[in-house]
Structure formats: C-alpha cells, structure tokens
C-alpha cells in the first residue's frame, strides 16, 4: 500500500471532495486495495490549481496541512458584484467606476499584513450548526464574525498607469483561513467601486506547488498502467518545513510504544523522526524531551 502525497491540478467544476474520489478510483484501478485518503485544504468547484491528496499514513497530516500557507492567482472583474462573490452568483451592485492600475497599486499596501477579514456568505463556515452557504441559498442574512488574517504578499503584475481597468489580476500569499473573494470584494470597495473573482487558481499549498501536480487525465493513465507509486510524493514532503531527527533502533521502538525520549540533543519544536530514512512519527522536541505528535504505522 503506498503512503504519501498526490498533487492534483483541480480543474474547474471540481469539488475537493470529489479528488479525493478520484484518488481512490486510481488505488482501485491501479490494484492497490483500499486506502485511508484525505485532502489538505479545501478548493471550491470555481478554483482550480494545487489540491494535496493525503494517501495512507499522509493522511495524519493533512490537518496540519490545512493550516499552511497559500498562494492564489485571481482576477477581479470591476463594476459588479456578486451574492457569492463570484461569477457563480446573482448581481447585488453595480458601479460606474473603474480604477486605473495606479490607483490599485496605491490601495495594495492596505491588504497587506495582518488584517481583518469578513468571510462570505457562501461559504462552508457554521452558523448555529448549519453551513453558512446553505443559509445564504435559503435566503436569510448571513453574517459572519470578522476573522484575523495574514497577507503575506499581494502584487498585480501589470505597471502603473493611467487606463481604466475592467478587470485586474493578483497574485496573493495568504495564510490559513484567508478568502481570496473577500479580498477580492474589500479591494474593489477601497477603490470606490465593486467586484467580484472570475479567476482563482491555486499555485502553491504549503510545500507543494504546481511543478508536481499532475492532472485528473493523467492520473487515470498511471493508475491504468499500475505506476501510481512513481507519482506520488513521500509522506516527508509534506514536512519539509521541520527539520529532521535521526533515531536509532531503541530510540524508535520506544516512541512508537508511545514513551518519552529524554535527553535528545535537538531544538525545541517540532521534528520528523525517522530511522534509517523511514519515517517514525511527527514529534515536538521541548528541553531535550521528546514526544509523539503523530505516529507512522510504517
């Protein structure tokens, strides 16, 4: 049973949900049996672009997944707005005004940074126990709490200048929990005008980016002919953000029992246990301590 990451290029229309679906038709195909598979961050069906498929031991990763961060591209169109916030939905406004590229790179500092950020309407947040898209589609107002957010990086590729734009196209860098439509609305409302996402591409999720994506055809034909092994990314992949701590045979038996290591020479924090390259458990390393976050069954 293979354990370990599969990057899908999500096309459009696609739910997250329905990935998953498709990583589990290509184990069946591909004669590998049943497997534990997850997603590590969600992409509405309008999104397309990096989706992390978490196959087998992965998949206790993908929650910590969920929390890295993102980079999107997206296009605001000018002049409208949009219930959901994109072309999906019914108009609610409308404007005159357009503003130049200079005027939107003027605005730009302001989204940068920590900020606060409305959610949508439309989106999968609960209210009272029911999904806030669900309420909204059922016609009653939904307003969400103002949630604290991080734009790590938020550029518009075109120069400055003094033309009318209809539409404009970013790139953002954004932490966990960020919604690039509710940028997309504050950023149009700074500018005097309104507008809604016709464009969102994903092109970076934690550590994995679009260079090792492959797409849904794609992951058909190697599940076909039995190589989907070759294309999938090691569990570690998705923890190349912490450094890694060797074990010796002792050392491992004893986490994987579930015991504290004492007297480990490593910094605080948390570390990717391995012996011999195999891959132990997630830990957290405090005061030469060292305890199992999350165990690998490998």
């Known amino acids: 049973m293979p354990h370990g990451w599969l990057i899908l290029d999500k096309p459009l229309g696609l739910g997250s949900t329905q990935g998953v679906s498709a990583a589990k038709r290509a184990l ?39 929390d890295s961060d993102k980079v999107y591209d997206f296009t605001i169109r000018f002049g409208e707005q949009t219930d959901t916030l994109d072309a999906e939905g019914t108009t609610i406004a409308t404007s005159d005004v357009r503003p ?6 003027a605005v ?48 518009h590729i075109a120069p400055p200048g003094d033309e009318a734009l209809e539409q404009a196209t970013l790139t953002a860098h954004v932490s966990k929990g960020t919604y690039i439509r509710s ?14 996402v016709t464009f969102l591409r994903r092109t970076k999720a934690g550590p994995f980016a679009l260079d090792r994506a492959i797409t849904l055809d794609k ?18 992949a998705g ?49 030469g301590s060292v305890r199992v976050v999350r165990g690998f069954n490998l």
Do not use: N, W
């Open 100 to 105: 130049t590229a200079a005027q939107l790179a």
């Open 239 to 287: 923890l190349d953000d912490i450094p890694a701590l060797a074990l010796d045979p002792d050392q491992a038996g004893a986490l994987r029992q579930g015991r504290v290591l004492a007297g480990i020479a490593a910094d605080d924090g948390q570390a990717f246990a391995l012996l011999d390259g195999t891959p132990v458990a997630l830990v957290e390393v405090e005061q």
């Open 108 to 155: 730009l500092p302001r989204f940068t940074g920590p900020i606060a950020q409305v959610p949508p309407a439309y989106s999968a947040l609960k209210v009272d126990g029911q999904r806030a898209y669900d309420l909204a589609r059922a016609g009653q107002d939904v307003v969400l709490a103002t949630r604290q957010v991080t734009i790590h990086r938020l550029t």
């Open 28 to 66: 069946r195909t591909g004669g590998y049996g049943k497997a534990k598979v997850g997603h590590g961050g969600t992409l509405d069906p309008l999104a397309t672009g990096v989706l992390p498929i978490a196959i087998g031991e992965a998949t206790k990763l993908a929650g910590r997944m969920l």
């Open 183 to 196: 940028l997309a609305r504050d950023i149009a409302l700074a500018l005097g005008t309104v507008g809604y």
């Open 219 to 236: 992951l058909d034909e190697i599940a076909k002919a039995r190589s989907l092994e070759h294309s999938l990314l090691p569990l570690g």
